[in-house]
């Protein structure tokens, strides 16, 4: 098994012990396994999508003074048929769209948001 060194603030290791304790995993190394594989799961999934989907993307930030949801709606402006933005507390926001698209460009949209590294949950739900 290969060793990785990697540096995480104070947060990243409290949600780290957060994963172990709550599955009941032997260490830190075995969330981090878990983590990965949850997230390797997720993008099998969004790769598993075909042809045009139609669904619901929830996204939850923080930061609403940042304009790069803004630059991202309005990018995909033409998939997005409703939306909707809600404040939530700790100064984080609530994104709500339904969107209808090609899989691929989907795939694209989510990618970009998650690329930004200022979404704290992005979660598609297929229609």
């Given at each position: ?34 983590s ?16 045009d ?30 939306q ?11 994104e ?13 949209m ?18």
């Open positions: 098994m290969g060793i990785v060194s990697i540096s995480l603030n104070e947060d990243n290791l409290a949600a780290l012990d957060k994963i172990q304790e709550t599955y009941g995993l032997s260490g830190r190394s075995e969330a981090v396994r878990t990965i594989n949850a997230a390797l799961a997720e993008i099998r999934e969004l790769e598993k999508m075909d042809g989907v139609e669904g619901v993307l929830v996204i939850v930030r923080g930061n609403h003074e940042d304009p790069w949801m803004m630059r991202i709606q309005g990018t995909y402006e033409s998939v997005i048929k409703t909707l933005h809600s404040h939530l507390r700790n100064h984080k926001c609530l709500v769209m339904v969107v209808s698209c090609d899989s691929r460009l989907l795939g694209k989510i990618r970009e948001i998650q690329a930004e590294g200022k979404a704290d949950y992005v979660k598609f739900v297929r229609g």
